[in-house]
């Protein structure tokens, strides 16, 4: 069974910065990818960031290209979100998610591709 769990929210001032973990577990190989999405209150949950577990391969959504960065410790299978210069845009609720298995052709940033979701962890930047 997949479970993932997020960690490292809070609340930081505006340009700061802070390191989202997710620990996943429960996978069988390589093939799947792990998402990073985010909910601000009244908004539709968009895709941040997402990386491959086979190759390391890394998407960003436009707006946090730059700031934000994506990486993994398979080693502690832990998938971490780098976010430096922090907005209050970047508020909202962060979820971790993985498609596993990988269905080819998915889109990285549709809601719909990830079968399995952790709880959620708070973000708020402060102006």
């Known amino acids: 069974e997949v479970q993932l769990v997020e960690s490292g929210g809070g609340l930081v001032q505006a340009g700061g910065s802070l390191r989202l973990s997710c620990a996943a577990s429960g996978f069988t190989g390589a093939d799947y990818y792990i998402a990073w999405f985010r909910q601000a209150p009244g908004k539709e949950r968009e895709g941040v960031s997402c990386?491959?577990?086979?190759?390391?391969?890394?998407y960003y959504r436009d707006s946090v290209k730059g700031r934000f960065t994506i990486s993994s410790d398979n080693a502690k299978g832990t998938v971490y979100l780098q976010m430096n210069s922090l907005t209050p845009e970047d508020t909202a609720v962060y979820y971790c998610?993985?498609?596993?298995?990988?269905?080819?052709?998915?889109?990285?940033?549709?809601?719909?591709?990830?079968?399995?979701w952790g709880q959620g962890t708070q973000v708020t930047v402060s102006s």
């Open positions: 990386i491959s577990g086979s190759d390391g391969y890394t």
């Open positions: 998610a993985a498609e596993y298995p990988i269905r080819y052709g998915s889109t990285w940033y549709a809601v719909g591709t990830y079968d399995h």
